[in-house]
């Protein structure tokens, strides 16, 4: 199993592009979601998934996008960059009743 | 509403000797506590976890951790460091139950190192 990957793993953006972040599992977990690590902050939710055609917000939605059309896909999408959104965004996957998330290796963003 | 706080940014240690990374809650309910480690440009690796069975945790890499409710603490110990220990470490709690969606929040990471 490649467990969950994520691409790219490095990205520079200008402000205003647009772009998605990839994420994948091959675990076939319902559970999906997206972070961002901030310095300082740990890590907040973005987004996340609860099965293939359902997609809830977490605790800081703004800006961004994502659908669930597959099992295993998860792509985030930013509408139109700003610098504020420069972190480094993890995917992570579980089952559906246990709390052990798995984590991607994490794509870095720098918008300038 | 559920808050966890870590209480050093930073610790450091000589290899050989104990760590103690130290994590506070605050949590309306009966709160399932974990923590996770980062190695460096690495993703995140769960450690342990608290669900309201034994209050000593045993996790990977000789790590354990003990809830204690009393003290709304659930602080992270190893008896002697080795250099691979160094990494940043997370602690993170949800107050809602096993099988409910995304509500962990985190702390804002311990970054542990070890000296020779």
């Known amino acids: 199993n490649a467990g969950v990957t994520q691409t790219p793993k490095f990205q520079v953006l200008k402000t205003g592009q647009s772009m998605t972040l990839q994420c994948a599992q091959d675990m076939n977990h319902e559970y999906m979601s997206w972070y961002r690590q901030d310095p300082g902050m740990g890590l907040r939710l973005i987004h996340y998934s609860v099965g293939a055609g359902i997609t809830d917000q977490g605790e800081v939605p703004n800006g961004y996008n994502v659908s669930r059309s597959t099992t295993e896909d998860f792509p985030l999408r930013l509408l139109s960059a700003a610098p504020s959104q420069t972190s480094v965004y993890f995917c992570?996957?579980?089952?559906?009743?246990?709390?052990?998330?798995?984590f991607g290796p994490g794509t870095r963003l720098t918008v300038t | 509403a559920q808050s966890v706080t870590q209480l050093d940014s930073h610790v450091s240690v000589s290899e050989g000797t104990p760590v103690l990374l130290r994590c506070n809650y605050s949590s309306s309910y009966s709160p399932s506590l974990f923590w996770y480690v980062q190695h460096p440009n690495k993703g995140l690796q769960l450690l342990l976890k608290?669900?309201?069975?034994a209050t000593l945790v045993k996790g990977i890499n000789g790590f354990e951790a003990e809830f204690k409710k009393s003290e709304t603490s659930f602080h992270l110990t190893k008896p002697s460091a080795h250099m691979s220990d160094a990494a940043e470490y997370f602690c993170?709690?949800?107050?809602?139950?096993?099988?409910?969606?995304?509500?962990?929040?985190w702390g804002a990471g311990t970054k542990l190192i070890i000296k020779p």
């Open positions: 993170v709690v949800s107050d809602r139950p096993v099988g409910s969606n995304y509500q962990l929040i």
């Open positions: 608290y669900t309201s069975a």
């Open positions: 992570a996957s579980k089952e559906g009743v246990t709390y052990e998330q798995y």
